[in-house]
């Protein structure tokens, strides 16, 4: 609610009224009479025609000899009501809508008994209200002249100079204007109403905005209409007063109805009276105004502490309408100061006293603290002795393989405990931890005995073992590991590796089990799969070149001959993971071509009916298939000239002669699409792209599908999330797997923004939107999922504190945890 907005209400409906009474002023007998817009004054009409003395067979010249014969006397007196005699009217009012008509009283001329001011007007009758009203005086008094019964005398017998009705005849269409202006106007100004009305209940910008342009628009229609209303007025009384002079007709302009008038006075103003009320108003306020008041420091101080209170206040609604504590000025750090804001600013006024940022003006203090207080030679500030400052046992910078020295004292702590708590211990571990654990150090060895390690070739601890042996890639550059067999295999041809599309014929390492296990791999084409033995490749590249080959060699281009898709890929590692980009394109024919059968057979491999483009398990759940084929409605037709045209219809239209080539997309199939359920990302997109081999028309439109994807850490096809959620592959949590949910993953940036920045340097402005909408609640549930685990984590850890003999095995299960971690590098040294 805004009350200040009742302003416009009132002034909106006062406008409204009055125009209401312009339009319709004079519309009954007497009503507005004064605000005519020409009154025709006839009372001396005819006067010229006293002066003819030769007789003629005009019958007005006869009907007026005949009343000068008999009443030659009274020829004076008679003159007044001459045009009475003929049944005229003293005067007619030209109104909007209508006319009126009446006589002056007590007489229309003035004489020595008799001044202007006493005359006065007496309106008999108004005619009908008619719209597009235009004022004939030609017609109406012979209209009268026939109803007094004499319709023997024509108007044009009275010496009616023509000139005056084509004068008048030339206003008629500026009459019809400023009729539909006044109509305009005054609708605008109900609209005006109604969106003051309106903006009193609703806030903001674009209701103020809507009124302020609507009552513009009604001021300028009016403004306009009441122009051209002068315009007639002045242009009609010059003609009648020029040309009926003669005959005694004469009119005058209405000057209350007009805006003229108050210009003028409005132009008086320009040299104002000094003891005038309104001058006086306003010498009296601007002296207010400009008190010197205003500026004394008394007045300073109030206004700030008022300004500070405004502020407070503000500040508290604000807290209060978003649901925090608002904190005082002086429960900030730094703000303990005096006129110190909140945010550790000094207020200063204009007008206050004058302060230093320096309170106390101690320049001795200030130089000894720029000084260096700590020596410069001391031992602290050497990076060597830093180092030794290190912790040489338990220093997670350190490098994995590098050799440690061996603590007594530590070992001497871990022996003191019994085998069974070490045991007991294990047990809360899971098996590659616990086998971490076993191996870490000779104590922990003997504690624990072989049997972790023996836990491992446990079939059920497969993911496990496998995790373990993950842990030695970067000490066997010349081996592979196998995730069927769950053994490290030698490479064939070490660093010599190509990437070939018989992968079967063209293994990375000979395999025992070759034959009767399923190679783990990822379909990219139809034509084309890529095994997971690249992905480890790839990602071994990071320790050295003799581990494995640089991802960038992966990089692929071909042509699928039977379908025309043209496919690239490109392989970036980044973070410890692989990232892959697939883009499939294809030429396709103008949307007005396309049929179902048509588009299935572009976008479809018929045999297994998949996508021919390259997708990640899940693109049946989602929208992929539907926002290609929304791009594909996009393809705009090649151009048709206009003869063309003509030949097949007799119409033309220009976007069909020169149709857009540059295919936007709807807002719909424009954003990129990012699968709910691993970490693909997909862009389809219609493109100009060069065939070279048509050299008719070398550009055509193809649909191009860009899938950006994450393929994991290379630890293993069963248990890395980003490869196993892709492939669909599930292994329980039990056995070593991951649950993922891609938005939840997602981080600070998607797939396609790391991939392209690092590419091109500039991230695709697209919008990133889910694939699946229908699970568009999955990106809460995927926290959901992750609070899920950590409620899980917690129960564990009281698990452990309600089993436990004392709190001393809790203590030593965190420990047992931190050499976990050097359990595994230590186990690089110590191939299994
Ligand atoms: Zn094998
Ligand atoms: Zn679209
Ligand atoms: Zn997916």
Redesign the pocket.
């Known amino acids: 609610m805004r009350f200040s907005a009742i302003i416009p209400v009132l002034l909106s409906a006062a406008a409204l009224i009055l125009s209401f009474l312009c339009l319709f002023a004079g519309s009954k007998k007497g009503f507005m009479e004064g605000y005519a817009v020409v009154t025709l004054n006839t009372s001396q009409i005819g006067r010229s025609l006293f002066n003819t003395s030769e007789s003629s067979d005009n019958p007005l010249v006869s009907f007026v000899d005949n009343i000068t014969n008999s009443i030659e006397s009274e020829l004076q007196d008679t003159l007044n009501s001459f045009a009475q005699d003929l049944g005229l009217h003293d005067f007619y009012s030209a109104h909007l809508l209508d006319f009126c008509e009446g006589y002056f009283l007590p007489g229309p001329v003035t004489n020595a008994t008799l001044e202007k001011s006493e005359i006065s007007k007496n309106v008999t009758s108004c005619s009908n209200r008619t719209g597009m009203y235009h004022f004939d005086p030609r017609q109406t008094l012979q209209k009268e002249l026939k109803a007094s019964g004499h319709s023997e005398i024509n108007v044009t017998d009275l010496d009616w100079p023509s000139e005056i009705d084509d004068g008048l005849h030339k206003l008629k269409v500026a009459s019809n204007a400023m009729f539909v202006l006044y109509c305009i106007a005054i609708a605008l100004m109900g609209v005006a109403l109604f969106t003051a009305l309106i903006g009193i209940f609703f806030e903001g910008r674009l209701a103020a905005f809507v009124n302020i342009v609507v009552d513009w628009l009604a001021f300028l229609a009016i403004g306009i209409a009441s122009a051209i209303a002068t315009a007639i007025a002045v242009k009609a009384a010059h003609v009648i007063n020029h040309y009926g002079n003669d005959i005694g007709v004469s009119a005058s302009k209405g000057n209350k109805f007009l805006p003229r008038k108050r210009f003028r006075n409005t132009m008086d103003w320009n040299a104002p009276d000094l003891n005038a009320w309104p001058t006086r108003l306003v010498l009296r306020v601007s002296k207010a105004l400009r008190s010197n008041k205003q500026f004394t420091q008394a007045s300073i101080d109030r206004n700030n502490v008022r300004a500070a209170e405004r502020r407070a206040k503000q500040r508290e609604e604000h807290a209060r309408k978003h649901r925090y504590n608002a904190r005082n000025s002086e429960d900030t750090a730094g703000a303990h100061q005096q006129d110190v804001n909140e945010r550790g600013e000094r207020d200063y006024s204009l007008f206050s006293q004058a302060e230093t940022l320096v309170d106390n003006h101690d320049h001795t203090d200030m130089l000894h603290r720029l000084a260096h207080h700590d020596s410069f030679d001391s031992l602290v500030d050497e990076v060597g002795f830093k180092d030794k400052l290190r912790d040489p046992y338990f220093d997670s910078n350190a490098h994995p393989n590098a050799l440690r020295p061996v603590s007594d004292k530590h070992e001497q702590m871990v022996k003191s405990l019994p085998d069974e708590l070490w045991k007991h211990i294990a047990e809360y571990l899971n098996p590659a931890d616990a086998a971490c654990l076993a191996v870490s150090s000779k104590t922990l060895a003997e504690k624990l005995g072989s049997a972790p390690i023996e836990a491992l070739n446990d079939p059920l601890n497969k993911h496990f073992k496998l995790s373990v042996l993950h842990f030695m890639n970067e000490d066997l550059p010349r081996h592979l590991l196998c995730f069927p067999c769950a053994k490290y295999h030698l490479r064939k041809h070490p660093g010599k590796e190509t990437m070939k599309i018989d992968y079967v014929n063209n293994p990375l390492f000979l395999c025992p089990s070759a034959k009767t296990s399923v190679l783990p791999r990822m379909r990219l084409t139809p034509d084309r799969q890529l095994p997971y033995g690249w992905v480890q490749l790839a990602l071994r590249a990071r320790y050295s070149a003799a581990h494995g080959v640089d991802p960038e060699t992966l990089s692929r281009r071909w042509r699928n001959a039977e379908s025309g898709w043209n496919y690239r890929t490109r392989y970036m590692a980044h973070d410890g993971r692989l990232l892959m980009r697939v883009v499939s394109q294809r030429h396709v024919p103008p949307a007005r071509m396309l049929t179902k059968t048509v588009e299935r057979h572009i976008l479809y491999e018929m045999q297994e009916f998949t996508p021919y483009f390259s997708v990640c398990s899940h693109w049946r759940d989602g929208e992929l298939m539907n926002l290609c084929k929304?791009?594909l409605?996009?393809v705009p037709s090649p151009p048709e000239s206009y003869l063309q045209q003509l030949k097949k219809a007799p119409t033309i239209d220009r976007a069909l002669a020169h149709p857009n080539f540059i295919v936007r997309?709807?807002d719909?199939?424009?954003p990129a699409r990012r699968c709910p359920d691993c970490a693909t990302e997909y862009l389809v997109e219609i493109q100009m792209v060069e065939d070279k081999k048509d050299p008719a028309t070398p550009f055509k439109h193809s649909i191009v599908v860009t899938r950006w994807s994450d393929l994991g850490d290379g630890s293993s096809p069963y248990t890395s999330p980003e490869w196993a959620a892709m492939n669909g592959v599930h292994v329980p949590e039990h056995e070593g797997g991951h649950e993922y949910a891609s938005f939840s993953h997602i981080g600070r940036r998607a797939v396609s923004g790391i991939f392209e920045s690092s590419l091109s340097g500039s991230i695709p402005g697209q919008r990133m939107l889910s694939l699946n909408p229908k699970n568009e609640k999955l990106g809460e549930e995927g926290t959901l999922v992750l609070e899920r685990h950590i409620e899980l984590w917690d129960s564990r850890g009281a698990l452990a504190g309600q089993h436990a003999v004392d709190a001393k095995i809790v203590l030593w299960v965190r420990i047992s945890v931190a050499i976990v971690g050097h359990g595994r590098k230590l186990l690089n040294a110590q191939p299994i």
Request: a positive charge; glycine letters at 12%; charged letters at 10%.
């Open positions: 929304c791009a409605s996009h997309g709807c719909w199939c424009r």
